[in-house]
T-cell receptor, first 114, second 115 residues
Framework: KAGVTQTPRYLIKTRGQQVTLSCSPI?????VSWYQQTPGQGLQFLFE???????NKGNFPGRFSGRQFSNSRSEMNVSTLELGDSALYLC?????????????FGSGTRLTVV | GDSVTQMEGPVTLSEEAFLTINCTYT??????LFWYVQYPGEGLQLLLK?????DKGSNKGFEATYRKETTSFHLEKGSVQVSDSAVYFC??????????????FGAGTQVVVTP
């Protein structure tokens, strides 16, 4: 079956702009989580959506937001981009939170802010 | 708060050597534990997991045992190959009320296997 699909793979944006990243989970998976990966901070949790509702949220500023659609696809938006937002953004899907079965990750979107 | 500590890398090994990556955790409850692997330019792949104390996760020759008494989940492989060169992440997830919370990751350990 198809894995987790993230689009686009690479993105270059200018400071102050906004960006939207997309994630299509594995068919049947209702939970989608987003993580930011940087060399300095490692992997940090952004938020989790389950059945179109945000269920958990990490410690990121309000510039970072997300949503989930009825087909479980999710988008993440970052407004007023800063240089420090340059990172690999990873999406992970699971049936109902990954505690029992683990999460399946996509290949990520590499965002570069210039 | 909940946290995961894993040994720093890089760990450099010769092919067919024995690999151990130490991982210890701090958690307020009883977490599920995971090892993920990341190859260059790719996302994370689940390598193995354990959901309760004394469980042993295994996959592709890798093993890890959930040790509640030492709060550890060390990753081992008896004979590594060049293709095992990657970054390995230890992680935990806690059940919060009726849903699983976020994955809390360690800093990652880079493993380099030379021919």
């Amino acid at each position: 079956k198809a894995g987790v699909t993230q689009t686009p793979r690479y993105l270059i944006k200018t400071r102050g702009q906004q960006v939207t990243l997309s994630c299509s989970p594995i068919s049947g998976h209702r939970s989608v989580s987003w993580y930011q990966q940087t060399p300095g901070q490692g992997l940090q949790f952004l938020f989790e959506y389950f059945s179109e509702t945000q269920r958990n949220k990490g410690n990121f500023p309000g510039r970072f937001s997300g949503r989930q659609f009825s087909n479980s696809r999710s988008e993440m938006n970052v407004s007023t981009l800063e240089l420090g937002d340059s990172a690999l953004y990873l999406c992970a899907s699971s049936l109902n939170g990954g505690g029992n079965y683990g999460y399946t990750f996509g290949s990520g979107t590499r965002l570069t802010v210039v | 708060g909940d946290s995961v500590t894993q040994m720093e890398g890089p760990v450099t090994l010769s092919e067919e050597a024995f690999l151990t990556i130490n991982c210890t955790y701090t958690a307020t409850g009883y977490p599920s534990l995971f090892w993920y692997v990341q190859y260059p330019g790719e996302g994370l792949q689940l390598l193995l997991k354990a959901t309760k104390a004394d469980d042993k996760g295994s996959n592709k020759g890798f093993e890890a045992t959930y040790r509640k008494e030492t709060t550890s989940f060390h990753l081992e492989k008896g004979s590594v190959q060049v293709s095992d060169s990657a970054v390995y992440f230890c992680a935990l997830s806690l059940l919060v009320t009726d849903s699983w919370g976020k994955l809390q990751f360690g800093a990652g350990t880079q493993v380099v296997v030379t021919p």
